[in-house]
């Protein structure tokens, strides 16, 4: 049972304009959220996270946004660059015993110069 | 932001062979070591957890036998692929928790491709 899911395998946009990549949950329990970008035959970073205490958080052109009611989560990149062009892993947290991250399928990023 | 390193970079091997793949963490000490699994076009999913000094816990459906972990200082964690037959070929891929670091962020090694044929 997928418990984050990224339903859009892939997102292409023009460069300088916004790319909005979702995210959504099933478990109301996750309290923490993280996007990590992956280039290819690489290990992902870390691009920037939220708690579920919040519903926006800000880090230069990346913001994410947290949706706790309709479980959802969405990263804004503005403005797009080629450089951005890369796979976006949403991953999400629980806090507890035993506690790992769940990560979402990934979405392929391309942003057209 | 922390580094963690992985060797070897990809490995090519017969069916019927180990690998051993180190996952070190250069600047902090890791006391749990996560090591993960992708497929092409695929999540990358969880196979075992691993704390310096204990044994390793192991996610449903690993078997533990053949995806031997060793977590033995607080820098290297070892995953060591035996008997490997060409189902094992993936993307092997390590992560680190700095515990000075913001809850839980995990820095994640380069990836270890393996192709048993």
């Known amino acids: 049972d997928q418990q984050v899911k990224q339903n859009s395998p892939s997102l292409s946009v023009q460069e300088g304009r916004i790319s909005i990549l979702n995210c959504d949950y099933t478990?109301?329990?996750?309290?923490?959220f993280l996007w990590y970008k992956k280039y290819p035959a690489e290990g992902p970073t870390f691009l920037i996270s939220?708690?579920?205490?919040?519903d926006k958080n800000e880090d230069g052109r990346f913001t994410v946004f947290l949706n706790k009611s309709a479980k959802h989560l969405s990263l804004h990149i503005v403005p797009s660059q080629p450089g951005d062009s890369a796979v976006y892993f949403c991953?999400?947290?629980?806090?507890?015993?035993?506690?790992?991250?769940?990560f979402g399928k990934g979405i392929t990023l391309s942003v057209r110069p | 932001g922390a580094v963690v390193s992985q060797h070897p970079s990809w490995v090519i091997c017969k069916s019927g062979t180990s690998v051993k793949i180190e996952c070190r963490s250069l600047?902090?000490?890791?006391?749990?070591m996560f090591w993960y699994r992708q497929f092409p076009k695929q999540s990358l999913m969880l196979m075992a957890t691993?704390?310096?000094?204990?044994?390793?816990?192991?996610e449903q459906g690993v078997e533990k036998d053949k995806f031997l972990i060793n977590h033995a200082s607080l820098t290297l964690s070892t995953l060591t692929v035996t008997s490997a037959h060409p189902e094992d070929s993936s993307f092997y891929i390590c992560?680190?928790?700095?515990?000075?670091?913001?809850?839980?962020?995990?820095?994640f090694g380069p990836g270890t491709r393996l192709l048993v044929l």
């Open positions: 992560s680190a928790r700095d515990p000075k670091g913001f809850r839980e962020t995990q820095y």
């Open positions: 478990n109301s329990m996750f309290d923490y």
């Open positions: 939220i708690s579920s205490i919040k």
């Open positions: 991953a999400a947290y629980l806090t507890g015993a035993n506690s790992k991250l769940t």
């Open positions: 600047d902090f000490q890791a006391t749990t």
């Open positions: 691993s704390n310096e000094g204990s044994k390793a816990t192991y």
